[in-house]
């Protein structure tokens, strides 16, 4: 809904009603205490709150020229990598006083965000775009883009399995290799120091050299090997942590790479519905991923999850690389070009 918004009205509207109405369902919720309320509740905050995804994803192709596009996309995550710890460390300290502060903080910075957003930025007007003539086809809907869908679903147990660092490999460090909760905390938060302080450094020396496939096929194979690590090191701290490194630099290869590629075959037209699949595409990774994680972590135990994980990156890497060879247009960054102007 989020995406075919975006694409109706503009993604300036869309983020501005979504940080508004999620604002207010924050602290509505809060006052929520049946099953039934808080599942509405839920529901109807997350619609609002979530529809920001592709919207904010349009913004960002909109405010960034066509050569540092990819490192606009890495500025936004590591300012969302930036509030994840600064926000689960507000988020403990408030929980400690009374958990309605949570709702409370959590409605008045969607709130806050939303006015800065009027403030800081100007008003952009939903207009329709004339594609220019060019010899690159134009595709007018993601769900016709064959090789996009093929993305997507290659997205899906790239993404399912990637979740498993934030879910249920900590307990396998708290479980199986006896890692102190204050140290695997520690290992979280060294994910996003070195996002912080190394992706944009990263991203600059790679965009523009070679198609975005080429660095997500090599991040996710990256990732496939910091499982393979779990099963093959021994269970001490230090190994962890090169696990830890390994997985962080496959998801600074690939993710904002991810970006570039929808981006690269949307227009100003589309780009909403394009955003609005891959954001679909990561939310349905965070569902069925610690569903069958924990399936195969009863029946068969750890080492074959993590063989699990290693054998589904590689076969998402071998995908996403054929799709590089299969992509009808050589000059990407001309495609990129073309539809940015």
């Given at each position: 809904?989020?995406?075919?918004?975006?694409?109706?009205?503009?993604?300036?509207?869309?983020?501005?009603?979504?940080?508004l109405?999620?604002?207010?369902?924050?602290?509505?919720?809060?006052?929520?205490?049946?099953?039934?309320?808080?599942?509405?509740?839920?529901?109807?905050?997350?619609?609002?709150?979530?529809?920001?995804?592709?919207?904010?994803?349009?913004?960002?192709?909109?405010?960034?020229?066509?050569?540092?596009?990819?490192?606009?996309?890495s500025?936004?995550?590591?300012?969302?990598n930036?509030?994840?710890?600064?926000?689960?460390?507000?988020?403990?300290?408030?929980?400690?006083?009374?958990?309605?502060?949570?709702?409370?903080?959590?409605?008045?910075?969607?709130?806050?965000?939303?006015?800065?957003?009027?403030?800081?930025?100007?008003?952009?007007?939903?207009?329709?775009?004339?594609?220019?003539?060019?010899?690159?086809?134009?595709?007018?809907?993601?769900?016709?883009?064959?090789?996009?869908?093929?993305?997507?679903?290659?997205?899906?147990?790239?993404?399912?399995?990637?979740?498993?660092?934030?879910?249920?490999?900590?307990?396998?460090?708290?479980?199986?290799?006896?890692?102190?909760?204050?140290?695997?905390?520690?290992?979280m938060?060294?994910?996003?120091?070195?996002i912080?302080?190394?992706?944009?450094?990263?991203?600059?020396?790679?965009?523009?050299?070679?198609?975005?496939?080429y660095?997500?096929?090599?991040?996710?194979?990256?990732?496939?090997?910091s499982?393979?690590?779990?099963?093959?090191?021994?269970?001490?701290?230090?190994?962890?942590?090169?696990?830890?490194?390994?997985?962080?630099?496959?998801?600074?290869l690939?993710?904002?790479?991810?970006?570039?590629?929808?981006?690269?075959?949307?227009?100003?037209?589309?780009?909403?519905?394009?955003?609005?699949?891959y954001?679909?595409?990561?939310?349905?990774?965070?569902?069925?991923?610690?569903?069958?994680?924990?399936?195969?972590?009863?029946?068969?135990?750890?080492?074959?999850?993590?063989w699990?994980?290693t054998?589904?990156?590689?076969?998402s890497?071998?995908?996403?690389?054929?799709?590089?060879?299969?992509?009808?247009?050589?000059?990407?960054?001309?495609?990129?070009?073309?539809?940015?102007?």
């Amino acid at each position: 809904m989020g995406g075919k918004i975006t694409d109706k009205v503009g993604f300036y509207y869309l983020q501005l009603g979504a940080l508004l109405s999620g604002g207010v369902l924050f602290i509505l919720l809060s006052f929520l205490e049946t099953f039934i309320s808080l599942g509405i509740g839920t529901f109807l905050l997350s619609m609002c709150n979530e529809s920001f995804r592709p919207a904010n994803s349009a913004a960002v192709a909109y405010y960034s020229a066509e050569n540092t596009r990819i490192r606009s996309y890495s500025l936004n995550r590591l300012a969302i990598n930036l509030g994840w710890s600064f926000g689960g460390a507000l988020g403990g300290f408030l929980a400690s006083i009374d958990y309605h502060l949570l709702f409370y903080v959590d409605g008045c910075t969607n709130i806050l965000a939303a006015l800065l957003l009027m403030k800081l930025l100007p008003e952009v007007k939903k207009e329709k775009v004339v594609e220019r003539p060019t010899n690159l086809p134009v595709i007018r809907s993601a769900y016709r883009d064959k090789l996009y869908l093929a993305f997507i679903f290659l997205t899906i147990p790239f993404a399912s399995s990637f979740f498993q660092f934030f879910t249920l490999q900590p307990v396998f460090f708290k479980t199986e290799w006896h890692l102190t909760e204050q140290f695997i905390g520690g290992l979280m938060a060294l994910n996003g120091i070195i996002i912080v302080t190394t992706e944009m450094l990263l991203v600059s020396k790679l965009e523009n050299r070679r198609a975005p496939l080429y660095y997500i096929s090599i991040g996710v194979l990256v990732a496939a090997l910091s499982y393979a690590l779990l099963n093959i090191l021994p269970a001490i701290a230090w190994a962890a942590i090169i696990s830890v490194c390994i997985i962080t630099l496959g998801e600074m290869l690939a993710m904002p790479f991810m970006n570039a590629f929808w981006i690269g075959r949307s227009s100003e037209n589309n780009r909403g519905e394009y955003a609005g699949l891959y954001t679909m595409a990561w939310s349905a990774a965070q569902i069925i991923g610690p569903v069958y994680g924990a399936i195969l972590i009863q029946y068969g135990g750890y080492t074959m999850f993590w063989w699990f994980l290693t054998v589904i990156c590689i076969c998402s890497s071998i995908g996403f690389m054929a799709i590089n060879y299969l992509e009808p247009i050589r000059n990407w960054r001309g495609r990129v070009l073309n539809h940015s102007n």
